[in-house]
């Protein structure tokens, strides 16, 4: 039940030394208490997990940097790094990059050579990872991690490619195009755009003077940007406080959206947090596509921040449908003040809004106040209800930390080291070796009867563009037939609270017939184009009465 009251005293914020209960100040907008629930996976994974992507062997590769020293789990078989940048040790024999093996609950160290602080990267067609630049000798470097499943092998490790790019990248976006490419966008001193695998059109760097407008004199807040594929094949970029509609393949600027109001910045090192909501009505001959972009923090923020100053972070989201002719920000307030948040699709439509701080900036040490309480935001809900508080877990998520959406429902959650090495004390907030879970509600016990199961397709199917698939479920329960949907979700790569490539559709279903006694059959198609749906993998679920099944990976070409 929704609770109302003047001021409601709604998130604890941890802080040495004392816990404080700072109050939320709105008159007009209802916050829920609800659920959810923390499970402590692995205390040490031996790196600190900045950088996060879901691959489709249920495998996690991590990755911090190669520069904080030794961590805290070893190289297989004596391998070391052997390290010409002054910053690293010369000879390290340890990991910073694992696999994490979600059936098993263990991790694999992986080898990486060049330094891959603040890098990017996307999930391809074919399923691998493409990681891209990274910090001092990794700057131009690409990365190609192969899952064992493509592979066939146990030994599946990181391919490094050399001057794989023409423009040094570091906090840079990548994203997904229609044809299975990736575009590889901005990143600090890089106001331009490059493409992966490189043609004969594109070998070359192309100019974004966007890029360097919205650049912040000593601030920046352009690094990271936020980047959609919209429904018409365009990319919505949205950097600092403002956005625009972007034809990449003629380099010209389709649309220019107004400035967010408030006009504070929402990039790193401001560093809010950005969601493309679900995109529904497939087959409509208008798509509505949505950007939520979240929390940050105030101009100035970081530089006062440096002085010891912290001021307190953005409560706002802005809504706009980067769709309408004339688009406008809807403005709503959230529960909890939050910068440095990371935001998750959920695979019935809500969007968990988790880690990050109520004061500060990112970068080494400069914020205050680990927000502790996840946050489910509800997009169909009244504009009133849509927030909804989560319980708290207990590990401050402060600067480098991570959350990505698993198959079987829960979020995983690790990182932050708001340090510039590993230290694990005389530090007010140490370096974080853990991994979390967090289970939404929908996964609880009481709701088993309501979950769906999945028969058939078999997971790894391949589907075409516009195909039309057959899927069937069972339900032990009571089933509402007009609570079904079926939810199809990119996994994202997510490092510093930009989630790319993630990106949900709910799929057109027909009628839903009962065809045993606790097993349902429907007709579903799939996304027509690519400008909808990029090739790749993506976690497929049957959603009833918000409660989803556990997914199924399907492959889209």
């Known amino acids: 039940m929704a609770i109302r009251k003047s001021v409601i005293f709604c998130f604890i914020v941890w802080q040495l030394p004392l816990l404080?209960?700072?109050?939320?100040?709105?008159?007009?907008?209802?916050?829920?208490?609800?659920?959810?629930?923390?499970?402590?996976?692995?205390?040490?994974?031996?790196?600190?997990?900045?950088?996060?992507?879901?691959?489709?062997?249920d495998r996690v590769v991590i990755y911090d940097r190669t520069d904080f020293g030794m961590s805290n789990i070893s190289l297989p078989d004596g391998k070391c790094r052997n390290n010409n940048n002054d910053l690293a040790l010369k000879v390290d024999c340890t990991a910073h990059s694992v696999e994490y093996d979600v059936s098993t609950n263990s991790v694999r160290p992986l080898m990486i050579q060049t330094n891959v602080w603040c890098s990017s990267g996307s999930a391809t067609s074919d399923g691998s990872l493409v990681q891209t630049g990274g910090s001092n000798d990794g700057k131009f470097?690409?990365?190609?991690?192969?899952?064992?499943?493509?592979?066939?092998?146990?030994?599946?490790?990181?391919?490094?490619?050399?001057?794989?790019?023409?423009?040094?990248?570091?906090?840079?976006?990548?994203?997904?195009?229609?044809?299975?490419?990736?575009?590889?966008?901005?990143?600090?001193?890089?106001?331009?755009?490059?493409?992966?695998?490189?043609?004969?059109?594109?070998?070359?760097?192309?100019?974004?003077?966007?890029?360097?407008?919205?650049?912040?004199?000593?601030?920046?807040?352009?690094?990271?940007?936020?980047?959609?594929?919209?429904?018409?094949?365009?990319?919505?970029?949205?950097?600092?406080?403002?956005?625009?509609?972007?034809?990449?393949?003629?380099?010209?600027?389709?649309?220019?959206?107004?400035?967010?109001?408030?006009?504070?910045p929402r990039n790193y090192p401001s560093t809010g947090s950005a969601v493309l909501l679900p995109l529904k009505n497939l087959e409509a001959h208008t798509i509505q596509a949505e950007v939520l972009v979240c929390?940050?923090?105030?101009?100035?923020?970081?530089?006062?921040?440096?002085?010891?100053?912290?001021?307190?972070?953005?409560?706002?989201?802005?809504?706009?449908?980067?769709?309408?002719?004339?688009?406008?920000?809807?403005?709503?307030?959230?529960?909890?003040?939050?910068?440095?948040?990371?935001?998750?699709?959920?695979?019935?439509?809500?969007?968990?809004?988790?880690?990050?701080?109520?004061?500060?900036?990112?970068?080494?040490?400069?914020?205050?106040?680990?927000?502790?309480?996840?946050?489910?935001?509800?997009?169909?809900?009244?504009?009133?209800?849509?927030?909804?508080?989560?319980?708290?877990n207990a590990i401050p998520r402060m600067y480098h930390s991570t959350a990505v959406l698993l198959r079987d429902g829960r979020v995983l959650v690790g990182g932050s080291n708001p340090n510039e090495f590993y230290n694990f004390t005389g530090v007010l907030f140490p370096t974080e070796l853990s991994l979390e879970a967090f289970s939404p509600s929908y996964l609880d016990s009481e709701s088993a009867h309501l979950r769906p199961q999945i028969i058939s397709p078999v997971s790894r199917h391949k589907f075409k563009h516009g195909q039309r698939v057959d899927i069937q479920f069972s339900i032990s329960g009571l089933v509402n037939k007009n609570s079904i949907k079926v939810t199809m979700i990119a996994p994202g790569f997510n490092?510093?609270?930009?989630?790319?490539?993630?990106?949900?559709?709910?799929?057109?279903?027909?009628?839903?017939?009962?065809?045993?006694?606790s097993s349902y059959h429907m007709n579903c198609l799939f996304p027509k184009s690519g400008s909808l749906a990029p090739p790749g993998y993506y976690l497929l679920f049957v959603v009833h009465q918000d409660i989803p099944s556990e997914g199924i990976w399907v492959r889209i070409f």
């Not at 939320?24 to 790196?47: F, P, Q, T, V």
Request: some cysteine.
């Open 20 to 57: 404080l209960l700072l109050p939320c100040h709105d008159r007009n907008l209802a916050y829920a208490a609800a659920g959810g629930k923390w499970d402590l996976l692995m205390s040490n994974i031996g790196i600190s997990a900045m950088h996060m992507q879901l691959l489709n062997d």
């Open 295 to 392: 929390g940050g923090a105030p101009r100035g923020s970081y530089l006062k921040a440096t002085r010891g100053e912290f001021i307190g972070a953005l409560n706002t989201c802005g809504r706009i449908t980067i769709t309408d002719p004339n688009p406008q920000w809807t403005m709503e307030t959230m529960p909890l003040p939050r910068t440095m948040g990371d935001m998750v699709i959920l695979p019935n439509g809500n969007v968990l809004i988790v880690n990050g701080a109520a004061m500060g900036s990112a970068g080494w040490e400069i914020a205050r106040g680990p927000v502790l309480s996840p946050v489910i935001y509800r997009p169909d809900n009244l504009p009133d209800s849509r927030f909804e508080v989560q319980n708290p």
């Open 495 to 517: 490092t510093h609270s930009n989630t790319m490539n993630q990106r949900m559709l709910v799929l057109t279903n027909g009628v839903v017939k009962q065809v045993g006694k």
């Open 141 to 264: 470097v690409i990365r190609v991690y192969r899952p064992c499943i493509i592979g066939k092998k146990s030994n599946c490790d990181w391919l490094e490619i050399e001057n794989g790019l023409i423009q040094s990248r570091w906090y840079s976006t990548n994203h997904i195009l229609p044809d299975g490419s990736q575009i590889i966008i901005g990143g600090r001193d890089a106001f331009n755009y490059e493409f992966f695998p490189k043609t004969a059109s594109t070998n070359n760097v192309f100019n974004l003077p966007f890029l360097q407008q919205t650049n912040d004199p000593r601030e920046e807040n352009n690094l990271y940007p936020f980047v959609f594929l919209n429904v018409d094949g365009n990319l919505f970029i949205f950097t600092n406080n403002r956005a625009i509609l972007f034809d990449y393949t003629t380099n010209m600027i389709v649309k220019t959206y107004p400035q967010i109001p408030g006009g504070d």
